[in-house]
């Protein structure tokens, strides 16, 4: 599994894509192009640095029409 791992105190929590569970319909990266990037299959592809507060409502927009529940949020903890 990739995950974006916090890197400010902004980040809240963290991207987690399983890499098995995805079959690369690229609507996380639709919904939130700030964070995720696709690879040449379409497969996506987080930022590291966590989910800024401000982005949180597209995190977890894309989280929610994942097809295949591949993406989801983790709770990071803070300093």
């Not at 690229?26 to 639709?30: L, Q, R, T, V």
């Given at each position: 599994?990739?995950?974006a791992q916090p890197t400010s105190r902004a980040a809240a929590a963290e991207l987690v894509v399983d890499r098995i569970a995805c079959d690369g319909f690229?609507?996380?990266?639709?919904l939130l192009p700030e964070l995720?990037?696709?690879d040449d299959w379409g497969y996506p592809i987080v930022r590291s640095g966590g989910v800024p507060d401000e982005l949180m409502d597209h995190a977890?927009?894309?989280v929610a029409v994942c097809p295949v529940l591949a993406l989801r949020l983790r709770r990071s903890v803070r300093p």
């Open positions: 599994m990739l995950t690229g609507m996380c990266a639709e995720i990037n696709l977890r927009r894309a």
